[in-house]
């Protein structure tokens, strides 16, 4: 399955790889319309960003308003996308199970942290 972003979500995840692969650092805030493929590319850009640092330590950080729905729904398109590329046996995807079981915590980085 090929999965198209439309610009404006290639746009963002462009700047988003870059900030990653040439450590800036940056913070981003992202805001699109209801319906508008958020998941999608939320999901497009954490395989992307879990493929190229598999191996490697560090930890992706992603907030959500709320576990429920939020952030199962964005556990499920993840895994959606990962399952699509053969990557069910991956460590990309113990890690998302292994994130799900994570307890809610005071916010903080770690030293090698991906920025998202």
Known sequence: ?????????????????????????LTFSVEIARQGGKNELSAILEMNLLMRHLGKEGSLIKASPTFQPQTVISMERLKQRLDDRGLSGSGARRWLYHQAEARPGPSFSLPGSLPL
């Open 1 to 25: 399955m090929t999965i198209i972003l439309r610009p404006y979500q290639s746009l963002v995840g462009q700047a988003i790889i870059d900030s990653v692969q040439n450590s800036k650092g």
